[in-house]
C-alpha cells in the first residue's frame, strides 16, 4: 500500500486494481430483496422489519413480540453527525459536510438490506446490527468511514474507504484527513471522571478513545490533528434546546 497526498491530505493507494466505483444509489441487490417503494425495510435474521433510519448508521424499528421501539447501531462503519452542521477538515464548511451526513441516510434508506443482530450491545441501549452490504457499498459511496474499536478493520472496509478517496467520492472530494473526530465530551459532563473523545485513524480504519480534561463551550470549535468538530452537548442537539450553532 503506498501513501499520495490529495488537496493538501494523505490518502492510501491500494497496489491491486480499485473495485470499481458505484453510484449514489446502490445498483446491487441482495437476491431475492427488491428496491423499497415504500416504507424503508431491512431483512434481520430472516424477517422483513420496517425501519425508520435516524441516519446512515442507526435505524429504529418496534419490535412486535414486545411493541417496544428497538434502536440499532450499525457494525463496522460510521456515517457523520445528522443533528447539524458540527464537522469541519480542509476545504469543506461545516454546513457542506451536513449536507453529507444526510446523504447517508438517504443512501440507507434506498435499499432493502440483508442484517443480523450481532448479540453485542451498540452503547446507549442500542442492539449491534451487521448489514455488510451496506457497509461496503456506503464506504465505497464515500458517506462513511470504517469505524472498529479494538482493532484495524477489515481490509474489505479499508479497500472500500481507497476506493472512495481515490474517485474523490462524498465527503472525500476535497481530499482525506488522516484522523477524523466522532465524538467530543467536556470534563464538566462528568465532573468525577476523565472526558474522553473518540478519534479514527484512518489509515488502519480504527477508532480509539483519547481522555482529558479539558471543558468545552457549547458551539465551541475543537481541533484534533487534522480535523474538527463543534462541541453540542448531547441535550441540546435537538428540539427546543437545540444549540445556537445547530439552528
Aim: overall charge negative; proline content about 6%; aromatic content about 10%.
Amino acid at each position: 500500500m503506498t501513501m499520495i497526498t490529495i488537496f493538501g491530505f494523505w490518502a492510501c493507494t491500494a497496489k491491486h486494481n480499485p473495485t470499481p466505483p458505484i453510484q449514489a444509489e446502490p445498483q446491487h441487490t441482495p437476491e431475492g430483496v427488491e428496491n423499497i417503494s415504500v416504507a424503508p425495510q431491512v431483512i434481520l435474521d430472516g424477517v422483513t422489519v420496517h425501519v425508520d433510519w435516524d441516519d446512515g448508521d442507526t435505524f429504529s424499528f418496534v419490535d412486535t413480540n414486545t411493541n417496544k421501539k428497538v434502536k440499532a447501531r450499525l457494525n463496522g462503519f460510521n456515517t457523520l453527525e445528522s443533528y447539524g452542521p458540527v464537522h469541519q477538515w480542509g476545504d469543506w464548511t461545516p454546513q457542506e459536510l451536513f449536507q453529507i451526513a444526510k446523504e447517508a441516510g438517504e443512501f440507507a434508506r434506498k435499499q432493502v438490506w440483508v442484517c443480523s443482530d450481532t448479540q453485542r450491545g451498540g452503547g446507549y441501549g442500542r442492539i449491534l446490527v451487521d448489514c455488510p452490504e451496506l457497509r461496503i457499498a456506503i464506504l465505497r459511496a464515500g458517506l462513511a468511514h470504517p469505524f472498529s474499536v479494538d482493532r484495524p478493520a477489515p481490509e474489505t472496509d479499508l479497500i472500500a474507504l481507497q476506493t472512495a478517496i481515490e474517485n474523490k467520492s462524498g465527503m472525500w472530494k476535497k481530499g482525506a484527513p488522516q484522523k477524523v473526530i466522532t465524538s467530543l465530551h467536556s470534563q464538566d459532563e462528568k465532573p468525577d471522571k476523565d472526558a474522553y473523545n473518540r478519534i479514527c485513524d484512518l489509515t488502519i480504519g480504527q477508532c480509539n478513545v483519547e481522555t482529558h480534561t479539558d471543558v468545552y463551550a457549547t458551539c465551541q470549535r475543537v481541533c484534533l490533528y487534522d480535523s474538527c468538530m463543534f462541541y453540542v452537548p448531547y441535550k441540546q442537539r435537538y428540539g427546543e434546546q437545540r444549540a445556537s450553532c445547530l439552528r
